[in-house]
């Protein structure tokens, strides 16, 4: 392993060329300078995987400074194969949404962009932190970007949305923070993430721990019933805020979940998974039925989100009954993998989706679905790909949308036959929703004179397009590098969450 | 008894400062209005000079003087280092606001100086007597600061008001603090300390006189429920007071909370804890709440302070080193926010006009995307938010209140801070979101404008270092 800092150019190099592109200012070209900041983020991020070791589910590419002396605090970045993958569908998503605002955004050109890369920094921080100030840090720091990339560049009621969104997540991390200080303090001064997972603890004092950590990963997921700044915050951001929502932050949020809530607190979350579990069913079946019945596409899209990503909650906590029932673990890591897969997929799936909805949007100006009808006819090359990534959204075999599902499917019948049952309504709910909004919006007859004038899309939009349908279908029919990497992590995992901590 | 030289060196500080604001004073009256600068430049001078004989005079460990009444030790070096500097900085916010309304006299400025001394005298006091002292001349400048803008009504009825009920609170220390001589025979912190130490239990006339003490120095605080003042002081003050009122005299309180709750009254600690805890928590509940109804950003900003010193209060009351020095922090931290926020309403000012509303900051990032930017910075750091410097200053206090398992309190100080980040994020998107109404141009001070700049980043940079003031904080307290 060579003695670059890998990760913390992967952090700061998007910060600092953010803030080149501030200080260079609007009349500079600007686009080409994040293009080119971002492209190269992302060839570095590449180097994680090939450098990456497959076999042990030890930290790699690890760094350690002291940062606070006062607090203990170390400027500690590491990744597994649990962080990796999204690292790297972190900046890759960036180079995409830079892409995606080229021509559409009209005013103040270099702090849209500035505040992409500064956040693309902040989340691979966030990935990264392996010491609980210093993701902190990250996980609240991301909000700043986010809360004015919608509040300058989103829709009519972006206000609104935005500060629901801004208070919404900092009440919920408030209380994982005072969790991390309780944790600080039980473990003699340590803020280390590692040292965390080895930290003994009553079962109360999890718990408590437990529904902290609760409230912070469930409103970013979002799980139901803490789900509702989502729908808005996506229908008021601009394309790119909602890719990166859907395609990064809800991630954080299952993160959270991996790297926090398991293998901290293994015995609330046996205690507990009933509840997640009920949650993840909610989200489900409920939000599918939800999503059936919206207007606009945004919205729709949104809801589906939270429905996918209930999967991938689902996925994770189905450890525990698995163990209860059959006694061992051979599924469970099914579990935990398919949700992992069920992230990263759903990462390329819903911004792909978004972009879609943000090609259509920057033609007509509307979100709204009535508004179109036949778009097919003048958009071929266009509605090929939509119908593509809203096969897959819906869990089409071949794309990787059905890998996920069908690993969590597959799991959730080793541990209860009705997990399963609910979880596989979403093949039929996911389908209705997305094909109902394809059939509406692509086909039928040409339905208003704004429509028959559309263009199809432009070399930018296919280049974008294009570069998520490749990861669709490769995942799609060969998901074992993605699989791979992970293994050993979640295996790793599993037999740390197993042992009580009682 | 035969006072030393040395005992004078200790002071020198003290002495210097007292020396030329009498001098400025005099020879201000000689400066033509046309080159009143040169008094300006006296002042900054004489506050540089005063922060390099405070080094030089510094002693590794505490000595005490004239008689026990004056200390020197790690905490005043500290502190009065950054009351020099944020009082500096004060000074130099004011120049161009009172150059434009004809304000820009003598005597603001020599009122600073012999406030900043009773600020002095406030946090070397080992004795009860000099802890009066102090107050009372820092308090009598204010009062005459603000009421600075003789003209204006509104600047002489918030003078009134603070006047009357700054010397109701001071009239309430002084009766604790007769009392409490009364009950240990001395009013030299140290021997006071020994004497509660010595008594099993605490009498009736111990805790009598704690409770005169506890909601005198609330008032100077401005802690819940003996607030009222704050507001209408902040909001009718000129700008340049209400930056002053608001930033270095809440380290000078800060540091008589430690001389007298921590080092006299130590062993009372049983039961000004819980004193405390109630002022915190309604401080906290109460400034935050309130400051959303505000439309003033003066206003807003004193509902602010008054939150933030519930914060101030957590640290105090977890009765550790760690919470006294998570305390520290968080006072210094607060002043360096509170100036640069109130520099920046200067900044939008101008001759006849006080951008003291919210709505005056519509449109910042249009007008001038840098200082937008510097704000933003100072809003999320007063809400908390990393990687500003405002976040480890409530880490360190919830760390304090976590340490000694009042993990309930610090889970009030966060729902409470959620709420209060509704108000700054609101000043956020009215800098961000809204379109600019008023279009002419900022101040163009250069040396405003530049240390602004300075100002807010330091608030980032000590975000993203926050180690070395904390070790410092910790190393004073020793």
């Known amino acids: 392993m060579s003695n670059l800092p890998l990760l913390s150019l992967l952090i700061w190099l998007p910060i600092l060329g953010g803030l080149l592109v501030l200080a260079v200012g609007e009349r500079a070209p600007v686009r080409p300078l994040a293009l080119v900041v971002s492209i190269l983020t992302f060839l570095a991020s590449l180097l994680l995987y090939t450098g990456f070791d497959a076999t042990t589910a030890a930290m790699q590419f690890e760094e350690r400074l002291s940062w606070i002396a006062a607090f203990n605090v170390f400027y500690h970045l590491g990744v597994d194969g649990i962080s990796m993958p999204l690292i790297i569908l972190t900046s890759f998503t960036t180079v995409l949404v830079v892409l995606a605002g080229w021509e559409v955004i009209k005013e103040r050109m270099a702090q849209y962009l500035a505040a992409f890369l500064i956040m693309e920094g902040l989340m691979i921080g966030v990935f990264s932190a392996l010491d609980a100030v210093l993701f902190y840090v990250f996980w609240e720091g991301m909000l700043i970007p986010m809360f004015l990339i919608i509040g300058m560049w989103g829709g009519p009621r972006r206000v609104y949305a935005t500060i629901k969104f801004f208070l919404y997540t900092f009440l919920g991390s408030v209380f994982m923070l005072v969790a991390l200080i309780y944790m600080y303090n039980k473990a003699g001064g340590l803020f280390g993430v590692l040292d965390f997972h080895q930290l003994q603890l009553g079962l109360t004092e999890q718990v408590l721990i437990f529904l902290a950590f609760l409230i912070a990963f469930a409103v970013k997921v979002p799980m139901w019933p803490v789900h509702t700044w989502l729908p808005d915050a996506h229908v008021e951001a601009p394309t790119g805020g909602s890719v990166i929502l859907a395609a990064i932050m809800l991630k954080i949020g299952g993160y959270g979940f991996l790297r926090f809530s398991l293998p901290i607190t293994p015995d609330a979350s046996m205690e507990l998974d009933w509840l997640i579990i009920t949650m993840s069913l909610v989200a489900v079946v409920y939000i599918s039925f939800v999503a059936l019945v919206q207007e606009d596409m945004k919205k729709l899209i949104a809801y589906s989100s939270i429905a996918h990503m209930g999967f991938a909650t689902l996925g994770f906590f189905l450890v525990f009954s698995i163990l209860r029932n059959t006694g061992e673990l051979s599924g469970a890591a099914m579990g935990i993998q398919g949700g992992m897969v069920q992230m990263v997929s759903h990462g390329f799936i819903s911004a792909a989706l978004f972009l879609c909805v943000g090609v259509l949007y920057d033609r007509l100006h509307s979100r709204q679905i009535v508004d179109y009808g036949g778009v097919a006819h003048r958009m071929p090359i266009f509605a090929g790909f939509m119908v593509l990534f809203a096969m897959s959204n819906a869990g089409l075999p071949g794309t990787s949308g059905f890998v996920g599902e069908f690993m969590v499917i597959l799991a959730s019948f080793k541990a209860n036959f009705w997990y399963a049952f609910l979880a596989a309504t979403t093949l039929i709910l996911g389908a209705a929703y997305t094909l109902w909004m394809v059939k509406r919006v692509l086909y039928g007859e040409v339905t208003s004179d704004k429509v028959a004038k559309l263009q199809d899309i432009n070399g930018r939009e296919f280049l974008v397009l294009g570069s998520l349908a490749v990861p669709v279908l490769l995942f799609g029919v060969w998901p074992a590098p993605l699989v791979e990497v992970m293994q050993v992590t979640i295996e790793n995992l599993l037999a740390h969450i197993t042992v009580s901590k009682l | ?478």
Not at chain 2, 115 to 137: N, R
Not at chain 2, 347 to 356: H, M, N, V, Y
Request: hydrophobic share 60%; net charge negative.
């Open chain 2, 1 to 478: 008894m035969p006072l030393e030289t040395a005992e004078y060196l200790l002071a020198l500080p003290e002495i210097w400062v007292l020396g030329m604001a009498c001098l400025i004073l005099v020879l201000d009256l000689f400066i033509r209005d046309d080159s009143r600068i040169l008094t300006y430049l006296m002042v900054q001078a004489t506050l540089v000079v005063a922060a390099l004989i405070t080094l030089a005079v510094q002693v590794p460990e505490p000595v005490l003087a004239f008689g026990n009444t004056f200390i020197s030790d790690g905490m005043a070096t500290l502190l009065k280092l950054f009351i020099y500097l944020v009082t500096g900085m004060g000074f130099l916010y004011a120049r161009p606001y009172l150059q434009d309304r004809g304000l820009f006299k003598g005597e603001f400025y020599v009122l600073g100086l012999f406030a900043m001394l009773g600020m002095m005298i406030m946090v070397s006091a080992s004795h009860f007597l000099t802890i009066y002292l102090g107050l009372e001349l820092l308090s009598l400048c204010l009062y005459a600061m603000v009421a600075f803008n003789r003209d204006s009504g509104t600047c002489s009825e918030a003078a009134m008001k603070y006047f009357v009920l700054g010397a109701l609170a001071s009239g309430m220390l002084l009766y604790g603090i007769s009392m409490l001589y009364g009950a240990t025979g001395s009013l030299e912190i140290a021997a006071v300390a020994s004497a509660i130490g010595a008594e099993e239990g605490s009498s009736i006339v111990l805790i009598f006189a704690l409770c005169f003490i506890v909601v005198g120095l609330a008032f100077k605080l401005g802690a819940v429920p003996f607030h009222m003042w704050v507001p209408d002081v902040y909001h009718g003050a000129p700008t340049p007071v209400t930056l002053f009122i608001g930033s270095a005299p809440k380290i000078a309180a800060f540091a008589i909370v430690m001389r007298v709750l921590v080092d006299g009254l130590g062993g009372l600690v049983a039961d000004w804890q819980g004193m405390l805890v109630i002022l915190a928590v309604l401080s906290l509940a109460v400034g935050n709440v309130i400051a959303i109804a505000q439309t003033n950003l003066k206003r807003m900003l004193a509902y602010s302070t008054i939150s933030h010193v519930g914060f101030l209060l957590l640290g105090v009351l977890a009765g550790t080193p760690d919470g006294y020095a998570a305390a520290m922090f968080y006072t210094i931290t607060y002043a360096l926010m509170a100036v640069g926020a109130f520099g920046m309403i200067i900044l939008l000012s101008r001759a006849g006009f006080e951008a003291d509303e919210l709505e005056d900051f519509r449109g910042l990032n249009a007008r001038n995307p840098w200082f937008a930017f510097m704000m933003l910075i100072l809003m999320f750091s007063m809400a908390g938010v990393p990687p500003t410097v405002g976040f480890y200053a409530k880490l360190s206090v919830l760390q304090a209140v976590i340490q000694v398992d009042m993990v309930w309190l610090a889970l009030v100080a966060v729902f409470f801070s959620v709420i209060g980040a509704f108000y700054y994020i609101r000043l956020v998107k009215i800098m961000y979101f809204d379109s600019p109404t008023d279009e002419a141009a900022l101040q163009s001070n250069p040396g405003l404008r530049a240390v602004l700049s300075v100002n807010g980043l330091a608030v980032l940079g000590l975000g993203l270092f926050p180690g070395g003031l904390m070790a410092l904080c910790s190393a004073a307290l020793l």
